[in-house]
Nanobody, 123 residues
């Protein structure tokens, strides 16, 4: 049974940093991509960042480029999202997701999802 378990969310002031983690288990992810999405109240779920498990190719939403960094630790089967220079508009529930091959920006493309972790940025 595939499981994606997020952690690391919390409350932070604007300009601060957080690092989210997503621990993956239940299958071999070598031919998969991992991604972070977020969903704010009343808004649609949106792509934040993605990474191919093999090779480490990354892609980002324009809104987070230069502030967020996605990475993975193959030995730990864990994906990270380092978030710097946080803004109040980054407040959302952040979800980890996985799909075969490339990290697309469309939520419906993803097969596996975590339960989400809340990130709140105060002004």
């Amino acid at each position: 049974q595939v499981q994606l378990v997020e952690s690391g969310g919390g409350l932070v002031q604007a300009g601060g940093s957080l690092r989210l983690s997503c621990a993956a288990s239940g299958r071999t992810f070598s031919e998969y991509a991992m991604a972070w999405f977020r969903q704010a109240p009343g808004k649609e779920r949106e792509f934040v960042a993605g990474i191919r498990w093999s090779g480490g190719r990354t892609n980002y939403a324009d809104s987070v480029k230069g502030r967020f960094t996605i990475s993975r630790d193959i030995a730990k089967d864990t994906v990270y999202l380092q978030m710097n220079s946080l803004k109040p508009e980054d407040t959302a529930v952040y979800y980890c997701a996985s799909r075969p091959f490339s990290a697309t920006m469309t939520p419906i493309d993803y097969i596996y999802w975590g339960q989400g972790t809340q990130v709140t940025v105060s002004s």
